[in-house]
């Protein structure tokens, strides 16, 4: 039924028996037996209800209330009225049959003050959605922080107040405290090396500052905290928690395949990747970095930081392409992708094979730790057809390409264990506002009424075949 188009031309060509398999939607890659299926989201980006149950403002709220900060003056305060509908959207995972749902807790609903008090109506929101969760067998993985830092936090310097690392580390043992028994698997944050970048460097996201020493600092803070809640939980955690973090890691290139380029592009990847990856599963900063990080680095914080994780989340979207630029962050600025390379709504390449290239070096230059992906998707437009069926083939392409893609990676020794497409629904897009579309899912902006799209339908099948379906 959502086999078209090419195939017919396909017929009476001698086919290979991979290609026979596709055309008759077997699945061409089946994946390893207990791969994970599941789905990505954010607090700031669905929930809403910003005001409800005593939650206190976030740097996001702040930050989109400032005119000119986000397109259309969009802002969270009704993202997709999750706080409230959060049963639907269960439902909606439950149909789809995902079996994993990658959440994160908003911090200024559970301590509103970021420290100090906690507030147990905020607690009582994250306890009806996991028990909801679990009562339709999907397993429940928080996330402690996706970006929405309590605005009381940031009054006192946020992420580059060093006090933030014990900061994050007295909220993570208060949620795991009281959802501990019921959520096994727990990532300390999501994406630091972005929310450091553009929302501590370039100013483009919250909480708006802007300069590399600031970045450096949010990135230090970030991976001390969560070397010090890792091992705080660890210390008085349960055996059968699984600890870990999700970085945005993606394969980083000389704009234009240019030697001269080639510089700007190792320092981009040295900021963007290794300053993460490098402390955390190495114990060091990356060289052409280790100016920047010398004041922050305090005796004994490496050690802190250099945890063995669980599992390491990765969130992959596309190679970035890198060449200098005096006025940049460090010097460098985006350059365009290779000609002809189809891009998405958001301008970023679609590459999957950087995907099996990412993996890889994952394996190779960090032993191989055992990945999740934890977010990949596409903004694409779509449209409701005359069956009232959300249409959305380029991004049922986009997830099959790189399901491919990460398949022909474990083929290659990859120890990646699972999947979780960004996003389950339409949200707040960052400074992007509500004009871009992740999700399998589209939600009406007036009437908040939720429209699975054929990718949520392919992604059904998806895990239903465990593999990828052909289309
Ligand atoms: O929406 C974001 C998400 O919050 C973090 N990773 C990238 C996504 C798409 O931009």
Redesign the pocket.
């Given at each position: 039924m959502r086999r078209r188009g090419f195939l017919g031309a396909l017929a009476g060509a001698a086919l290979t028996p991979r290609a026979a398999a596709f055309a008759q939607g077997a699945p061409v890659d089946r994946f390893p037996e207990g791969f994970v299926w599941g789905v990505s989201t954010?607090s700031y980006?669905i929930e809403g209800a910003v005001e409800a149950d005593g939650r206190a403002p976030s740097i996001w709220d702040t930050f989109s209330r400032t005119p000119g900060k986000v397109a259309n003056g969009d802002t969270g305060d009704a993202a997709c009225d999750h706080y409230n509908r959060y049963l639907e959207d269960v439902e909606l995972m439950a149909r789809a049959r995902m079996r994993a749902y990658r959440f994160s807790i908003a911090w200024p609903r559970v301590m509103p003050t970021g420290e100090g008090a906690v507030n147990a109506k905020g607690l009582d929101f994250y306890e009806r959605l996991v028990d909801a969760l679990l009562a339709r067998g999907i397993e429940p993985w928080a996330c402690l922080f996706?970006w929405d830092l309590p605005q009381a936090l940031q009054d006192k310097g946020g992420w580059t107040n060093r006090d933030s690392a014990q900061w994050f580390t007295d909220y993570a043992l208060v949620v795991a405290g009281r959802l501990g028994d019921r959520v096994n698997h727990w990532a300390m944050f999501?994406?630091p090396n972005?929310f450091a970048i553009f929302g501590h460097g370039v100013g483009t996201h919250a909480p708006g500052l802007t300069g590399r020493a600031n970045c450096m600092a949010a990135i230090h803070h970030q991976n001390l905290a969560q070397g010090m809640a890792i091992r705080a939980l660890r210390g008085g955690g349960r055996p059968a928690w699984r600890l870990g973090t999700v970085l945005?890691v993606q394969p980083i290139r000389p704009a234009g395949g240019l030697e001269a380029n080639r510089p700007a592009a190792a320092m981009w990847d040295a900021l963007w990747n290794r300053a993460c990856l490098d402390p955390l599963f190495l114990g060091r900063y990356p060289d052409l970095l280790a100016a920047d990080f010398e004041p922050l680095v305090k005796p004994g914080d490496l050690a802190v930081i250099r945890q063995a994780v669980n599992y390491l989340g990765i969130?992959y979207?596309s190679r970035l392409y890198q060449q200098p630029d005096p006025g940049g962050l460090v010097g460098t600025g985006f350059g365009p992708p290779p000609p002809g390379v189809k891009v998405t709504g958001m301008g970023w390449p679609v590459e999957p094979d950087g995907l099996t290239e990412q993996l890889l070096e994952l394996r190779d230059r960090y032993r191989n730790p055992l990945v999740y992906i934890m977010?990949n998707g596409a903004d694409f437009y779509d449209w409701v057809g005359p069956e009232g069926k959300a249409e959305d083939g380029e991004r049922i392409a986009f997830i099959r390409d790189h399901l491919r893609a990460g398949a022909e990676a474990i083929r290659q020794g990859a120890n990646l264990k699972g999947w979780f497409p960004?996003t389950l629904l339409d949200n707040f897009?960052?400074a992007e506002g509500y004009a871009r579309h992740?999700g399998l899912v589209q939600v009406d902006r007036s009437t908040m009424k939720r429209t699975p799209k054929a990718s949520y339908h392919w992604y059904a099948d998806a895990i239903r075949m465990n593999g990828v379906p052909g289309y």
């Open positions: 954010s980006q996706h999501n994406e972005v945005s969130n979207y977010e960004w897009e960052w992740f």
